[in-house]
């Protein structure tokens, strides 16, 4: 059975010709499972008889299951628990309402169930990769949280990080697809979208090949290669000097600023020499670095960064002209912070 949701809309009239009906079936199909997110077949109104019928025998819309949806206090922060044919995925909507206006719903969505990587500071990691996520399962995790706040509010998803678990571009064609569906069905504009990677080099080369104006953000976390392999086991086959010749060929390909990450531990990677080493590591290249204050990952005696600590460490690169923010932490009350997705799933 073909799954819908995993269609782009080429997918979708390629399929409605090659089984003897008109091109435009395709796109009205795609506009009922992708633009309105109407998942029944029956309350596809414009569609005729036949071609319902021959969707119904050859096609499903493979939905996931909503499992749980934990609120943060404030209700800033929701986490979904949904599970996908066995595998249990969270997504986190963060939502922000200044009083300026400018109301953003950033969804934090994943890609993989698990995680190869093995990063030691991230709950994900640690009981390995289950499997790669499909286009549709990307998707539908967009698809719950528009649900939700349609019903909440009448808003919908504004933007789309590829933050949550997994590593997005060691599941490349179904992230890659799923940004085109994101895009031009759910009005994300590709200015709205990042895409988040541990350091993969090819993966980077190729989507440079793709010259999108979406943002990429790198988890660097260290700019001291003996280090960076400690915290990340993928440096030890990207270490580096590889890794920083990728993303200037990225920022020369694409005309877009590589967003750094950098996850401050106590101790581990927050002194001063550490900032040093990474103002040197970026300077004159027109990276934009977000710091973000480590959170407590279970099993690990990883702690967060003082706030003393945080600010010192801005201010060593600010005073070497990096431009540099600190990332607001949310969602750390219901385990949805970064590096805090391990889904669980309890019957009590
Ligand atoms: N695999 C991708 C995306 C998923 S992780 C990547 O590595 O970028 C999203 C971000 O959260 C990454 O920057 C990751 O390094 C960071 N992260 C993981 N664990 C964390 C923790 N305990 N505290 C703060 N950030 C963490």
């Known amino acids: 059975m073909i799954d819908l949701l995993s269609l782009a809309q080429q997918d979708m009239e390629a399929l409605a010709t090659a089984n003897g009906f008109p091109k435009f079936r395709g796109k009205q199909l795609y506009e009922w499972c992708h633009?309105?997110?109407?998942f029944d077949y029956g309350a596809m109104t414009n569609l005729s008889r036949?071609?319902?019928?021959f969707l119904k025998a050859n096609t499903v819309i493979n939905r996931g299951e909503l499992l749980t949806v934990t609120s943060s206090g404030k209700e800033d922060a929701l986490k979904f628990l949904l599970r996908f044919d066995g595998?249990?995925?969270e997504t986190v909507l963060m939502r922000y309402h200044p009083k300026s206006?400018?109301?953003r719903n950033t969804l934090c969505i994943s890609t993989q169930a698990g995680c190869a990587m093995g990063c030691k500071?991230?709950?994900?990691?640690?009981?390995g990769l289950s499997r790669n996520l499909t286009t549709g399962e990307i998707i539908d995790q967009v698809n719950f949280a528009n649900a939700y706040l349609r019903q909440n509010n009448g808003e919908s998803v504004s933007n789309v990080v590829y933050m949550g678990m997994g590593?997005?571009?060691a599941n490349y064609d179904a992230v890659w697809k799923s940004i085109g569906i994101l895009n031009d069905a759910k009005n994300i504009g590709m200015r709205r979208i990042t895409v988040s990677t541990c350091g993969l080099v090819p993966a980077i080369d190729r989507l440079a090949e793709e010259r999108s104006q979406l943002t990429l953000a790198v988890s660097l976390h260290s700019a001291n290669d003996a280090l960076r392999r400690q915290l990340m086991p993928i440096a030890k086959k990207y270490p580096l000097p590889q890794l920083m010749e990728a993303l200037n060929r990225y920022m020369a390909m694409t005309k877009r600023r590589v967003t750094i990450e950098y996850a401050l531990f106590d101790r581990v990677n927050d002194g001063e020499k550490d900032a040093r080493e990474l103002a040197l590591l970026l300077k004159r290249q027109g990276f934009h670095v977000n710091l973000i204050p480590g959170n407590p990952v279970a099993e690990t005696d990883l702690k967060t960064s003082s706030k003393q600590h945080i600010a010192a460490f801005a201010a060593v690169l600010k005073e070497h002209n990096i431009e540099t923010s600190i990332r607001e932490s949310r969602g750390q009350d219901v385990e949805g912070a970064c590096g805090q997705l391990r889904a669980k799933y309890t019957n009590s």
Not at 35 to 38: D, N, T
Not at 121 to 127: E, G, L, Q, S, V
């Open 50 to 53: 036949d071609f319902i019928a």
């Open 101 to 103: 206006g400018g109301e």
């Open 167 to 169: 590593e997005p571009l």
């Open 35 to 38: 633009k309105k997110e109407i």
């Open 121 to 127: 500071f991230c709950a994900t990691a640690k009981n």
């Open 87 to 89: 595998a249990l995925i």
